[in-house]
């Protein structure tokens, strides 16, 4: 989606991918894809999670080690995310994705917001549906045999 596109921008990555493209890619691909936010759209049930693929020899360790940041975040607990953020960005201070979520997380003075749902509010469903008004009818669209890019 465009949104995708433009949050590329935001967390220093060159392609960002949604839950609904993870699903499809093989069990080893999974394992270099990286949790980089969660977004929450005001009709959806479930927030989606956006994942970064991740490069290199270290790629596993990356995503593995990224998931104690991630988790906390996702939990609400941001003091902790930020320590662990800070553990983390000690090994790998050129994070992209890591730098972004801490300077998120800070714009909050590391509390997450009243009324936390795991992740950030997007206001419009077109944002990150695109042309299809929300998550199901993806999945119908798909079921019915209709092909389109996962964004």
């Not at 991918?17 to 890619?25: P, Y």
């Not at 479930?46 to 995503?63: K, W």
């Not at 960005?89 to 972004?100: N, T």
């Not at 509390?111 to 936390?116: C, D, I, L």
């Amino acid at each position: 989606s465009v949104f995708l596109e433009g949050e590329t921008k935001v967390y220093g990555v060159p392609l960002l991918m949604s839950r609904w493209f993870w699903i499809f890619l093989s069990d080893t691909s999974k394992k270099k894809c990286r949790k980089v936010d969660r977004l929450v759209v005001n009709f959806s049930k479930n927030p989606v999670t956006i994942f970064c693929y991740e490069f290199g020899i270290d790629a596993e360790i990356i995503v593995e080690e990224s998931e104690a940041y991630f988790n906390e975040y996702v939990k609400g607990d941001w003091m902790k995310c930020k320590s662990e953020l800070n553990k983390f960005l000690e090994k790998r201070p050129d994070d992209s994705p890591a730098k972004a979520l801490y300077k998120y997380i800070e714009s909050f003075y590391f509390v997450s917001p009243e009324g936390w749902k795991g992740g950030k509010l997007i206001e419009k469903s077109s944002d990150l549906f695109g042309s299809y008004s929300n998550e199901e009818d993806i999945f119908s669209s798909r079921r019915a045999g209709n092909s389109f890019i996962y964004s």
